[in-house]
């Protein structure tokens, strides 16, 4: 079997990890309660709620959680009062994050509130209600981009000695392109192994069938024990944490991570141990024949494995119903 899917495939060698591509996520906010209305600043980079003659902002949240400005000044809660600004030469202040809601938190929480300035009808942003100012507001602020993803699912329930089983008319990757962060123009061409570990990451392409569009497409990872496996072998180390996401249009043998296509659908992390099966996202088969999954792998978390479809198999798949 492995030499079959060596020729149907058409594959040969390389890589890539959960570097996010771009450092930066950027977004605009919009509160609820209070005022209402999106988030805006003033020229020194103090936001503001409701006041009028402002423009909405844009913000940008970095991998430590760390926000800036369009401008981009950092930003922070001031010690004194707890407001939110953005500062000209201020390192940005980490502690910030974008929930699977789209709810901005600051250390964990939510839960922020407007107080009025009483300068043309503007409020100011705190995590905390403001000391001796009764007409603070609770308020919550909403992004329109950036979101956490969605819990991981749980894994499959197994039907044998392997994890799971692949039913018949499964589809199987028919390109594996390794991408590495650190050298972003590099080209590796293709790949018998998928691989998830420090800059390196892979590009999954699938084709599917005219007669399946508009069916329910379900994404499998398949990983089960060392001993299981008669014909393939994985290194794995860490945690176990992924990232799977589908890419507006799928790889090619030149492509690099510098022309990764955009991401648009991010299936969230999942952590994956040996002896599981698991669902990755079930969705409507899309119109195209030929798409790309995306597979990093969080810092700390490193998987390189033989994709293969003896038993037991391992690896990426598509199953439609």
């Known amino acids: 079997m492995r030499s079959a899917l060596l020729t149907i495939a058409s594959l040969t060698a390389c890589s890539h990890a959960l570097v996010s591509r771009r450092a930066d996520c950027c977004f605009h906010l919009s509160a609820t309660g209070g005022p209402g209305g999106p988030v805006e600043q003033l020229s020194d980079g103090q936001t503001r709620l409701g006041q009028s003659g402002l423009t909405e902002s844009q913000f940008c949240i970095n991998n430590d959680g760390g926000l800036t400005d369009g401008n981009g000044r950092g930003c922070i809660v001031t010690k004194a009062t707890s407001q939110f600004q953005c500062d000209q030469g201020t390192t940005a202040m980490p502690g910030f994050s974008i929930g699977s809601d789209g709810k901005l938190s600051y250390k964990s929480s939510s839960d922020l509130f407007a107080c009025p300035t009483g300068q043309n009808g503007g409020f100011n942003i705190y995590t905390q209600k403001l000391s001796g100012e009764p007409s603070c ?50 080209a590796y061409g293709t790949s018998y192994n998928g691989t998830a570990r420090g800059s390196i990451s892979s590009i999954f392409n699938f084709d599917i069938p005219a007669a399946k569009r508009g069916k329910t497409c379900k994404l499998q ?45 991010d299936f969230g992390i999942i952590k994956m141990t040996p002896g599981n099966g698991y669902t990755v996202a079930t969705t409507s088969c899309p119109a195209t024949t030929r798409f790309g999954i995306w597979f990093q792998a969080l810092e700390g978390s490193g998987l390189d494995f033989f994709q293969d479809y003896n038993p037991c198999p391992i690896g990426l798949y598509v199953v439609t119903e």
């Open 137 to 186: 507001v609770p308020v919550t602020l909403s992004s329109d981009n950036c979101e956490a993803p969605a819990p991981a699912p749980a894994p499959m329930t197994p039907t044998s000695s392997c994890p799971a089983e692949l039913p018949a008319g499964f589809e199987y990757p028919h390109l594996i392109v390794p991408i590495d962060s650190k050298n972003p123009n590099a």
């Open 221 to 265: 990872f398949m990983f089960p024990r060392q001993e299981q496996l008669e014909t393939s072998a994985f290194t794995f180390s860490g945690e176990g944490y992924f990232k799977f996401a589908a890419l507006s249009a799928a790889a090619t043998e030149s492509t690099t991570y510098a022309s990764v296509p955009k991401v648009e659908q």
